[in-house]
């Protein structure tokens, strides 16, 4: 009997690209995407330097599904997967290797992307009413006062949400 070993990669970095989901001819779902990594450190002469690592993920089946659906290129991730070594013959006839982590579990941190769009649209706003001439003084009090009342709507809701939730009905 073999003695007992582990194959295991931790990864949290951002993806470099946007998920490619792809479906074998058996039917077998596969998800393809890259991660990036990076490290810095400062030499012994004071000087910054960055190093960037690209790590190539698969994923299969039910997981590879829902990296499809959630994941998009930007977002911060956590990945847990095992270490595989592949080789095969190019279309130019040269043997190439590759290195891949096989997915076993995934977490997405926060949705960059949707705060960016939302910071935007709201310049856009404050810009449009900053320049529209149309609008007096009062008229722009009027429109911070609604955005703020809906700013404060949008906050109690997520505390009546909150409030909704017993302690006791938490599975864990």
């Known amino acids: 009997m073999a003695s007992r070993s582990l ?15 792809k479906y074998t001819p058996t039917g077998t779902a596969v998800c393809t995407f890259g991660v990036a990594t990076n490290r810095s450190w400062t030499t ?13 993920i698969v994923a299969w089946q039910k997981l590879a599904e829902l990296c499809g659906k959630i ?7 956590y990945l847990e997967g095992r270490l595989t070594y592949r080789t095969f013959v190019g279309r130019d ?3 190439r290797s590759i290195t891949e982590i096989v997915l076993d579990d ?15 649209a709201a310049k856009t706003d404050e810009k449009k009413a900053a320049t529209d001439d149309s609008l007096t003084a009062s008229d722009k009090e009027i429109t911070k006062e609604e ?11 997520k505390e009546a949400v909150n409030e909704d939730v017993n302690p006791e009905d ?3």
């Open 7 to 21: 194959n295991r990669a931790i990864i949290i970095g951002n993806l470099t690209r946007d998920p490619e989901l």
């Open 44 to 56: 012994a002469d004071g000087q910054q330097k960055e190093d960037v690592q690209y790590h190539r």
């Open 71 to 77: 994941l998009n290129k930007g977002r911060k991730v």
């Open 93 to 95: 006839g040269q043997e």
């Open 106 to 120: 995934f977490i997405v941190f926060g949705d960059g992307r949707k705060t960016v769009v939302e910071k935007s």
């Open 147 to 157: 955005k703020t009342k809906k700013t404060k709507e949008k906050e109690d809701k």
């Open 170 to 172: 938490i599975p864990f």
